[in-house]
């Protein structure tokens, strides 16, 4: 599990930590964005990656780029509170589900998106020990 990892890395050195962990981050917080289901694509970016708080920010476009970017000012040792946000109303439903049974769109299965009836998330989020683990090759 995830404290396994955690011991292996206590030998290492907080550049090659930092590095490590920006690139599992990027992983991550990138497969969120991109498993986002895209309608018009107002959801897919509507994602915010912020140091503090949590964004309050509605409108301007996540990309890729921005995730690289915002993660290599990353440093987990001084900078530990980082958040990934999205302040769309229905975000929520996106990810948990509670569309209207049956589906008024044609784009719902039971109440979730059919492109992403497991959240994305929660799917990607299981998988930051994995991530973790090929960005320090253990």
Do not use: C, H
């Amino acid at each position: 599990g995830l404290n396994k990892i955690l011991k292996q890395l206590e030998t290492r050195s907080r550049p090659k930590i930092n590095k490590g962990v920006r690139a599992a981050l990027v992983v991550i917080w990138g497969n969120i964005i991109s498993e986002t289901p895209v309608d018009i694509g107002t959801a897919r970016a509507s994602w915010r990656i912020t140091k503090g708080t949590p964004s309050k920010v509605k409108g301007r476009r996540t990309r890729e780029e921005d995730v690289r970017a915002k993660t290599s000012r990353l440093d987990i040792f001084k900078d530990i509170k980082w958040y990934m946000t999205s302040n769309l109303p229905y975000i929520t439903t996106l990810e948990y589900g509670g569309y209207p049974v049956p589906s008024k769109s044609g784009k719902t299965i039971n109440g979730y998106s059919e492109l992403a009836p497991k959240g994305m998330v929660r799917v990607n989020m299981i998988k930051w020990p994995r991530a973790l683990k090929a960005a320090f090759n253990i």
